[in-house]
């Protein structure tokens, strides 16, 4: 079976051998970084099954490094955890805003850290059941991660994708920021995320679905709705 692909970008020494040797034991090809920039070269080229990504690091840091990776649609599905200290914790919620699928505090246990590797895999790597929702000229493909306005493809960040998605299955219901919150990000990750982060996405999903965008309806205090015909 082909080994997975884990890059790991961190500057400090000590913490790059004990994650690679962790991850190796753990049947996992390691590929490391010391810089941010090489590391966003390494993670562009390489296109590894995920990236383990500090956030403070030289040249350009790990929130940097997750915006670029996840705006661009070559990069955007290579899920991301993020390492980070206790004192991160507004780069932490900026991490996972931008789009990280998670995140591990320093110091943690290696074995902490490859199990939640293999979790995120375990999820990317689910079979996905394809389904493609319709409404006026979008299309959105769940299982290629496609949406197209009049045959024209839309470039969105996973988690724009995963707004959208939930709102077109709700069928017209109307969903709480919470419940998109929960649903999108994760129970365990909500706490840590406020709901304007949810405005933040529709604002940009209103922008990104042109002629469609109108079908993205606010309902006042209490959440949104997609229309669909
Ligand atoms: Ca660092």
Redesign the pocket.
Known sequence: MKKNTVLLV???ANIVELVKYNLEDAGFKVLTATRGDTGLDTARKVRPDLIIL????PEINGIEITKILKQNEKTSQIPIIILTAKTQEADRIVGLELGADDYVTKPFSPRELVARVKAVLRRKHEVPFTKILHAGFLILDTAKYIVTVKGKSIELTSKEFDVLKTLMEANGRVLTRDFLLEHVWGYDQSANIETRTVDMHIGQLRKKLKQESARLVTVKNVGYRFDLD
């Not at 500090?54 to 690091?57: A, H, I, K």
Request: no cysteine; hydrophobic share 45%.
């Open positions: 961190e500057d400090e500090d956030l403070m690091l």
